[in-house]
């Protein structure tokens, strides 16, 4: 029997944890302000104290900034667990349904992989609302990474889980998985989980002082990094001989540019390696390397969105699913190649091009290569509140859409 709704997320599907994840997404863009443009000598991160003194000691465009850093931080912070928290609830009652069963049964199972994928980003962007927003923080940091590391690791055994039923279900017995239907990167979404989970673990490492601390959030994040670059090997290049053969399916086109957020979160990580490796255990890189390895990062994410953007357009992907009447919640993976872009473009100008000395902090070149970023970060926030409009509030014709 066919059930009427009101609006298209009542079809729920788990991939509206990406909505979540894409407004936590955001509250990093915003975070991007404070970390390159306010002073926070002799710490890794600003905190409450250096964004505070940078607003009262500041310039116009700098107080400028600071406002619309914290006031864009808090926004997308609390959507971003609205968000968590209704999916989850939506997913509990999801998982009484025949859908959820079928779901199980199919290459989409690897979907729920978006819940563990949200839930890691969530922790990450409550780390940066405590540290924004809370007084006196960083003297009691130290306590804090142990339970963040409990934390993410909670979160990694439920990916392990998830990607455990998927994987054994389809390996141990042939023909169970639709080699046909695998013509998208979607089955790169635990990789994405798993790179999620990676660059929190790595948090520790380049902020705690405390040696067993870092000891421990290398050896993990290195775990949980390598195991999401094996996996998105292997998903790309399965994905590719099906893509080749029956093209990409037009719904998961999105999917095509999902190796840019991938590259990032692992980008990141890399780099609080590093940090850790350096301050704590004296490996001492070059800034040159860095900006080869963000430069090389960059390059393979150019590669990719032209790639994605190429065949969203001859598919008609935007005019159909973005600014037309069709809606489809793989639509939200469209938010995080750019916000990837956009925090990835950040580094690369300032602990690659400035850090090596090629171009002036706050110079001309500096911002002319900075704008990418704030333009790919407005273009995403409007299209959070376009999709979110589109998926979460009423139809304008105010019929219902029905329900499998």
Known sequence: MTTL???????????????SLGAGGLTVTFFM???????????????????????????????IAIVLAVLGIAFFAVLNVKSLVWNLTALSGFKKT????????????????????????TVNALFIV??????????????????ALIAFAL???????????????????????DVTANNSFAQMLPAFSLSMIAVG??????????????????VLS??????????????IFTAFNSMLHHGTAKEAGPTLMIVVPILTVLGI??????????????????????LMLLARLLSVQVLFLGLGLLVLRRQGYFTDYVFGAQTSPGSYALVCPGVALSVMTHFFVNKGLVGAGIIDKFGTAYWSVTAIALVAQMAMIVLVLRLNRQHFGKPASGAAVPAE
Do not use: C
Request: hydrophobic share 50%; no cysteine; net charge neutral.
């Open 98 to 121: 025949g859908a959820y069963l079928k779901l199980t049964q199919s290459n989409a199972e690897s979907t729920l992989l978006a819940m563990p994928l949200a839930m890691a980003m």
């Open 269 to 290: 990580m890399f780099l609080r390696q590093n940090h850790g490796l350096h301050t704590t255990f004296q490996v001492h890189g070059t800034t040159a390397e860095t």
């Open 222 to 235: 290195t775990f949980l990094g390598t195991a999401a670059i094996v996996y998105a090997l292997i998903a």
């Open 5 to 19: 709704t009101k609006r298209p997320a009542d079809n729920y599907s788990p991939l509206y944890f990406l909505a």
């Open 155 to 177: 979160i990694a055994v439920l990916a392990f889980r998830l990607i455990a039923s998927f994987l054994g279900r389809v390996l141990s017995s042939g023909g169970v998985f």
């Open 201 to 218: 673990f790595s948090a520790p490492a380049a902020m705690s002082t405390a040696t067993s601390t870092v000891g421990i959030s290398l």
């Open 33 to 63: 302000y404070l970390m390159f443009w306010v002073p926070h000598k002799d710490k890794p991160v600003p905190t409450f104290e250096d964004i505070s003194a940078a607003f009262q000691t500041g310039d116009l465009p700098v107080q």
């Open 130 to 147: 405590g540290l924004v927003f809370i007084p006196g923080l960083w003297g009691i940091i130290e306590y804090l990474f142990p339970i």
